[in-house]
């Protein structure tokens, strides 16, 4: 009879321990699970803006300030060519001639946006580039303003307005991409690992 107690006391034991240890996993669970909404919802929504293009496509970018952010990083003329996509008078701008070997970042973000292997001498007025740095640092969308059909380029980090891109460049793209130096910001080859 004591032994059949002792197995009973055993085996009561054995079983609430064992239901302890189920509840402990449930609740890690629970906890992993929320973590990984977290980060879907940081994913989701602070860290992106979109925007409605002019054809009606959103885009969206990883750099989401406010007008007022902006203002307080920015120049006031940085801030009119990049955030309100103005455009600086032809011939004015500090990259127009400029020969120097480097890149050439959003003055926005620092992202890289053209290379001076791209950048030739097009007569415009205005920096110019057949390509940029590589194909998906700038993205384009259509502009219908100021009574002309043009292509609107902008940084593809945060959507910053840099300039046009036109049919009449050279070889080998036949691009000219036409670009105000306010949005842009030039580093010289020897100092880019920073
Ligand atoms: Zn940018």
Redesign the pocket.
Known sequence: MKHIHIVMIGLLIAGTSCQAQEQKQEQAQIQEENCGDELMLAKDGSSVSTVKSASGESMSFA?DKNNDEWKNELSPEEFRVLREKGTEVAYTGKYYKFDKDGVYR?A??G?TLFTSTEKYHSGSGWPSFYAPAEEETVVTQRDESHGMVRVEVM?A??G?HLGHVFEDGPRPTGLRYCINSVSLEFKEESDNEE
Do not use: K, R
């Open positions: 750099i959003c926005g973000c992202h940084c980090n945060c910053g």
